[in-house]
């Protein structure tokens, strides 16, 4: 009897220890965490960072949604459509933030850079920038000094750099490319404004010095001179 015993009693306690965990884990729901959006985003303005983004915490499940610690893959990346605070971050924002399209009343503009001053890893897909150009001045008024012969004309949405249409990697963003496309709005009409219509002059003119990076406030720029 005791052989007996001492055979099933294991047994007996490895089932019900297995049927009480049966029940927790039946009382418990699964958590999945993904990623939201800690404040309102804007596209071709904001870039996905760390700071930008929280974790949301619930028990459903939402195969579309990036996994909260996958997030890191947004980061520097740039913001493809509109988000308000709390909006959940998919799979797609991924692809759409490495390829950033044109829309329906953009056309692009090709800049040569032959000649022109700038950091080449500074340059990106999505980002805004500007062109500094001498400005066309009297050099005898009494108004005249060094800095104010230049003017900045922009800012423009970068859609491509060289051949690249996406953000590229570390290897791309190395490499010196010889143009650069950017967006130009159109008037209902099909007119050119009198910042594009500047940004072709000066492109004829080969008068385009170096490049700046224009700060998402829109209230001024860096430049992206590879100058002292």
């Given at each position: 009897?005791n052989v007996w015993?001492?055979?099933?009693?294991?047994?007996g306690?490895?089932?019900v220890?297995?049927?009480l965990?049966?029940?927790a884990?039946?009382?418990?729901?699964k958590v999945?965490q993904?990623?939201q959006?800690s404040?309102?985003?804007?596209?071709?303005?904001?870039e996905f960072k760390?700071s930008s983004?929280?974790v949301?915490v619930?028990?459903?499940?939402?195969?579309?949604?990036?996994l909260?610690?996958d997030?890191?893959?947004?980061y520097g990346?740039?913001v493809?459509?509109?988000?308000?605070e709390?909006d959940?971050?998919?799979l797609r924002?991924i692809?759409?933030?490495n390829q950033?399209s044109l829309?329906?009343?953009?056309t692009?503009?090709?800049?040569p850079?032959?000649g022109?001053d700038?950091e080449?890893?500074l340059l990106g897909v999505?980002?805004?920038?500007?062109f500094v150009v001498?400005?066309?001045?009297?050099?005898d008024?009494?108004n005249?000094?060094e800095e104010?012969?230049?003017?900045?004309i922009g800012?423009f949405?970068?859609?491509?750099?060289?051949?690249?249409?996406?953000?590229?990697d570390e290897?791309d963003?190395?490499?010196?490319?010889?143009t650069i496309?950017?967006?130009?709005k159109?008037?209902?009409?099909?007119?050119?404004?009198?910042?594009?219509?500047?940004?072709l002059?000066a492109i004829?003119?080969?008068?385009?010095?170096?490049?700046s990076h224009?700060h998402?406030?829109?209230?001024?720029y860096?430049?992206?001179?590879?100058a002292p």
């Amino acid at each position: 009897m005791n052989v007996w015993l001492k055979l099933f009693l294991p047994i007996g306690l490895g089932a019900v220890a297995g049927y009480l965990n049966y029940l927790a884990l039946q009382e418990k729901p699964k958590v999945f965490q993904y990623t939201q959006t800690s404040k309102a985003l804007s596209p071709g303005k904001d870039e996905f960072k760390e700071s930008s983004l929280e974790v949301l915490v619930t028990t459903q499940e939402i195969p579309p949604a990036i996994l909260f610690t996958d997030r890191a893959v947004l980061y520097g990346k740039p913001v493809p459509r509109s988000f308000e605070e709390g909006d959940l971050l998919l799979l797609r924002d991924i692809d759409a933030s490495n390829q950033i399209s044109l829309q329906a009343d953009e056309t692009a503009i090709e800049v040569p850079l032959q000649g022109v001053d700038f950091e080449p890893t500074l340059l990106g897909v999505g980002k805004q920038i500007g062109f500094v150009v001498e400005k066309a001045i009297d050099r005898d008024t009494t108004n005249y000094d060094e800095e104010s012969k230049y003017e900045v004309i922009g800012p423009f949405r970068i859609v491509s750099v060289g051949n690249r249409l996406a953000k590229g990697d570390e290897e791309d963003l190395r490499r010196r490319p010889d143009t650069i496309s950017v967006a130009t709005k159109l008037s209902t009409s099909g007119e050119l404004s009198e910042k594009v219509d500047s940004l072709l002059v000066a492109i004829r003119s080969r008068q385009i010095l170096s490049l700046s990076h224009y700060h998402p406030d829109f209230t001024n720029y860096d430049e992206l001179s590879t100058a002292p």
